[in-house]
């Protein structure tokens, strides 16, 4: 891992080379205590594109591939999710989401919340934040 050192006390934190860097301040990654803590994730690729004119499955297929890297980057994994929290713009997307989330994530079955919310940074159409166990 690449990420920042504390003490045992806190939480690691860590930003992986396969995300682009922080837009803001916060790390994409943050582990404590067992659990894994995934920031929100746009639809921005790993040299930093912001995909906000993509249609909406192709931010979705990209924010989810976001996740699994972070997840992967702190030792865990799509099985190890415990929860998801998605935010969509439109709660017309919500099928679509639903069709391409069960394939990303397979057998697992996280507890999980779809959140319709009026506008995401960037005019981003999706965001999602995730929390799994190392």
Same mark, same amino acid.
């Given at each position: 891992? +690449?990420? +920042?050192? @504390? !003490? /045992?006390?806190?939480?690691?934190? %860590? #930003?992986?080379?396969?995300? +682009?860097?922080?837009?803001?301040?916060?790390?994409?990654?943050?582990?404590?205590?067992?659990?894994?803590?995934? /920031?929100?994730?746009?639809?921005?690729?790993?040299?930093?594109?912001?995909? /906000?004119?993509?249609?909406?499955?192709? $931010? &979705?297929?990209?924010?989810? &591939? #976001?996740?699994? &890297?972070?997840? %992967?980057?702190?030792?865990? /994994? *799509?099985? $190890?999710?415990? $929860?998801?929290?998605?935010?969509?713009? !439109?709660? %017309? @997307?919500?099928?679509?989401?639903?069709? *391409?989330?069960?394939?990303?994530?397979?057998?697992?079955r996280p507890a999980r919340a779809v959140v319709p919310v009026p506008q995401l940074h960037y005019?981003?159409? *999706? %965001?999602?934040? &995730?929390?799994?166990?190392?």
């Amino acid at each position: 891992m +690449s990420g +920042s050192q @504390h !003490d /045992s006390h806190l939480p690691h934190t %860590e #930003n992986p080379a396969t995300l +682009s860097k922080p837009g803001g301040h916060y790390s994409h990654v943050a582990i404590a205590n067992g659990f894994v803590f995934v /920031s929100g994730q746009l639809p921005i690729t790993a040299q930093g594109d912001k995909l /906000s004119e993509a249609s909406f499955e192709v $931010q &979705a297929e990209q924010v989810l &591939a #976001n996740v699994r &890297a972070a997840l %992967e980057s702190a030792g865990s /994994s *799509i099985a $190890q999710l415990v $929860q998801v929290r998605v935010y969509i713009v !439109d709660v %017309e @997307h919500w099928m679509s989401f639903n069709q *391409i989330y069960a394939r990303w994530a397979g057998e697992a079955r996280p507890a999980r919340a779809v959140v319709p919310v009026p506008q995401l940074h960037y005019g981003f159409k *999706i %965001e999602v934040e &995730a929390t799994a166990l190392v």
